[in-house]
Nanobody, 123 residues
Framework: QVQLVESGGGLVQAGGSLRLSCAAS????????MGWFRQAPGKEREFVAA????????YYEDSVKGRFTISRDDAKRTAYLQMNSLKPEDTAVYYC????????????????WGQGTQVTVSS
């Protein structure tokens, strides 16, 4: 069983930056692909980025490519999402998720979820 806790959300002006963290407990962290998803009011939860176990591969949703960077520190059992050049349309609750081994981008592929952290980007 893996427990995930996100932190780092907040209010930022357009063009600003935030770094989200996802601390994991339980399980063998290095064997889990870590993903970030987001859900805006009235919309479905959508994929943002993922990083494979061992950290060899990353995958991004098109609208965040070049602005967001996902990373992980297996020694600290933590995944990160560095968000730069933020836009008002990035406003959402951001969720960290974990799945065993292989990289994936569907919400249904992920077994473990955090409680979410709010990111609000003002124009």
């Amino acid at each position: 069983q893996v427990q995930l806790v996100e932190s780092g959300g907040g209010l930022v002006q357009a063009g600003g930056s935030l770094r989200l963290s996802c601390a994991a407990s339980g399980g063998t962290f290095s064997k889990y692909t870590m993903g970030w998803f987001r859900q805006a009011p009235g919309k479905e939860r959508e994929f943002v980025a993922a990083i494979s176990y061992i950290g060899g591969s990353t995958y991004y949703e098109d609208s965040v490519k070049g602005r967001f960077t996902i990373s992980r520190d297996d020694a600290k059992r933590t995944a990160y999402l560095q968000m730069n050049s933020l836009k008002p349309e990035d406003t959402a609750v951001y969720y960290c998720a974990a799945k065993y081994l292989r990289l994936a981008s569907l919400t249904s592929d992920y077994n473990y979820w955090g409680q979410g952290t709010q990111v609000t980007v003002s124009s």
